[in-house]
């Protein structure tokens, strides 16, 4: 499909487009119910958004994830701390801190829970990685909480040797999907040949089993002669922030652009999605270049100029969501909101919304959808951040 147009960026910067303008048609499938005049009209409303600053005194808060009792675990990146919160007080875990490597856009970033928790205790951080003796890397780890949650214990990096340099462009997303893979998102570590380097883990989505830390074995390349390459699913990233799995199963991710050209890409196995910069580190070129040999995939949306700094990202689903339920719900920095795109069946954009009830908490990182529907959402401002609550009203 075709790019996005520019002029898109222009209706992201205005206000809201009015819930009536906004309807999209929907089939029904074969045996379901009829839905009610009421029902249908709701879900064609946008609502009214409330929003509450749930844990506040954080600085950097890259990412929170639900724990099962209404718990929430979450990391802050330059603080290199994974904290746990309950009924409105937050604890930070024992953990080995002095281990995660802090530099620039680089420390501790994601989070995800396995979705056996309850059983294994396992939880997955994407961070920066000061190695025995000298160097460091970017890596996943898995750790096993204890029953008390005050303690994470490293049970064993799953993979590690992402690319590093001042720090700039450490990714990180991590997202298990439904098959039980482990889908990470990577960053090129501003060096211009990681990304379309298939012996490089910089500039990649990969995907491997989360228990053992192998290459998943539907992965493209698993049995290339190249370690790396067997983790590769995607390639030719510049930056991954955010991933996310749609209920159809589709995989999607979101990454920053240079100077143009945020993109949120549908992922297909083995696809080649542009970013090539070189020679050097040349942000002139575009993020998805159709110069290049093969054939590139195209970003199902972009910012155009100048880019926005987007970041996280989850599918948001239930009926009091209305005509945002089943958008891709995307956390902004630089441009301070959340947007809501929504994606019709074959992935292709069919509108974007940015609520004026998110535009004044600064800059807004992390987006997750906690159980009962309500999102939480990082802010991103360096001093007085929190983790906020986003709930609809009808």
């Not at 928790?117 to 951080?125: E, G, I, K, M, P």
């Not at 080649?272 to 020679?279: A, I, K, M, N, R």
């Not at 998805?288 to 599918?315: N, Y």
């Amino acid at each position: 499909m075709r790019p996005v147009p520019v002029v898109l960026l222009l209706s992201l910067l205005a206000p809201a487009v009015p819930a009536a303008a906004a309807d999209t048609a929907t089939g029904r499938g074969a045996g379901e119910r009829t839905e009610s005049t009421r029902a249908v009209a709701e879900r064609r409303v946008a609502p009214t958004l409330r929003v509450r600053r749930l844990i506040t005194g954080l600085e950097r808060p890259w990412d929170v994830q639900p724990l099962p009792g209404g718990r929430l675990i979450f990391t802050q990146r330059d603080r290199a701390t994974l904290s746990v919160w309950h009924k409105g007080s937050s604890r930070t875990l024992r953990f080995p801190s002095d281990r995660i490597w802090t530099s620039g856009e680089t420390g501790l970033m994601s989070v995800e829970v396995d979705p056996g928790f309850q059983r294994n205790r396992r939880v997955y951080t994407c961070s920066g990685w000061r190695k025995q003796g000298d160097g460091v890397d970017v890596r996943v780890v898995a750790w096993r909480l204890n029953q008390a949650l005050t303690r994470a214990r490293l049970v064993e990096p799953l993979v590690t040797g992402f690319p590093t340099s001042s720090g700039r462009h450490g990714g990180c997303a991590l997202e298990v999907t439904r098959d039980g893979s482990l889908l990470v998102g990577t960053g090129d570590a501003a060096q211009g040949s990681n990304p379309r380097d298939k012996t490089s883990l910089g500039g990649k989505t990969l995907r491997l089993n989360r228990f053992t830390g192998k290459p998943w074995p539907k992965n493209p390349w698993r049995n290339a002669k190249n370690a790396a390459k067997r983790y590769v699913f995607t390639f030719g990233h510049r930056n991954v922030q955010g991933l996310a799995e749609r209920r159809d199963g589709t995989l999607w991710s979101v990454e920053q652009g240079s100077w143009r050209d945020d993109e949120v890409n549908r992922l297909r196995r083995g696809g080649d999605y542009g970013w090539h910069p070189v020679p050097g580190y040349d942000e002139s070129v575009p993020m998805t270049d159709h110069g290049l040999p093969g054939k590139q995939v195209s970003a199902r949306w972009r910012s155009g100029e100048p880019t926005l700094a987007t970041s996280g990202a989850t599918f948001v689903y239930g009926r009091k969501w209305g005509a945002l339920g089943g958008a891709l719900a995307v956390g902004v920095q630089k441009a301070e909101r959340v947007l809501f795109l929504t994606f019709d069946g074959k992935g292709r954009l069919k509108r974007a919304r940015a609520p004026k009830a998110l535009r004044q908490y600064g800059r807004l990182r992390g987006v997750t959808q906690a159980p009962g529907g309500a999102l939480l959402v990082t802010t991103d401002n360096g001093d007085g951040d929190a983790i906020l609550k986003v709930t609809p009203r009808r």
